[in-house]
């Protein structure tokens, strides 16, 4: 399949028969990540490693998480769930017991998380509100939650021309993820002269890692849908200064490959 499997076989054998607590200090590893376009990792009899491509099942809410299909036994995966595998494989189990039903999530009311998350809410309200006011048309498809219905939409948007994607949805495989803004651009793409770019916005004032392995993830999946790969993608901060902050997309694709072996 192309990818360095082991520890993946590892983490997946470890979740088929369950956490326990050790008790031992934990030791920094090096992992090796499943390869971006990967379809879908589960472990078949005798432990062969083997992989699904399906997606029918719409998103438990709004956020992005490694999840389980109802039949088949398929996982959807996205950007949160590479970076999570790649910071802590313990995590991944986690929530691969979680989407399978073998475990459940603890449910923490934190005031302080939610005032982060209003916060997030309104910053990405007031960036759209400032490209509406600089005459932008905006399509925002925020309340389609089915994700197969979302992928449509966003591409028939795509293929109009609208100047702005709130909330599209993109696909490729079994991944699957959710950017904030997809922002038209003059460039060639199989729509005509114009394609999309990612944009989203973030409370940190500096770009983590996470943040350019999702939207680099984003950019894969845009790649596919587009027949053209975007050269740019955005963050957008709440910083007076520099509120956008943009990357190119060439100047990871290093760091990409890296993931991808």
């Not at 399949?1 to 030791?27: F, I, S």
């Not at 993109?170 to 793409?189: F, I, Q, T």
Request: aromatic residues 6%; glycine residues 10%.
């Amino acid at each position: 399949v192309g990818v360095t499997d082991e520890p993946l076989r590892h983490l997946l054998r470890h979740a088929r028969h369950g956490h326990q607590r050790r008790r031992r200090r934990p030791q920094r590893v090096h992992v090796e990540a499943p390869a971006l376009g990967v379809d879908d990792w589960d472990l078949g009899p005798g432990g062969v490693l083997r992989h699904h491509a399906r997606l029918d099942v719409a998103p438990r809410g709004d956020r992005e998480a490694l999840r389980e299909l109802e039949s088949g036994g398929a996982l959807v995966l996205s950007a949160t769930d590479l970076s999570n595998f790649l910071n802590c494989r313990h995590r991944t189990a986690l929530d691969l017991g979680e989407a399978r039903g073998r475990l459940r999530r603890p449910r923490v009311q934190d005031p302080v998380l939610e005032a982060l998350f209003a916060r997030g809410v309104e910053h990405e309200r007031r960036y759209v509100s400032s490209l509406e006011q600089a005459g932008r048309r905006v399509t925002d498809l925020a309340d389609i939650r089915e994700p197969n219905e979302a992928v449509t939409r966003t591409v028939d948007a795509m293929r109009a021309g609208a100047d702005a994607i709130i909330q599209g949805a993109l696909a490729e495989g079994g991944w699957y993820g959710r950017p904030d803004v997809l922002l038209k651009v003059a460039v060639r793409s199989a729509f005509g002269d114009w394609g999309y770019e990612v944009a989203d916005t973030k409370l940190a004032l500096e770009t983590k890692g996470g943040t350019i392995l999702q939207l680099g993830l984003y950019c894969e999946m845009l790649a596919r849908a587009q027949g053209s790969t975007p050269e740019r993608f955005y963050v957008v901060t709440p910083d007076t200064g520099t509120a956008i902050q943009q990357y190119r997309v060439g100047d990871f694709a290093a760091y990409f490959r890296l993931i991808r072996t």
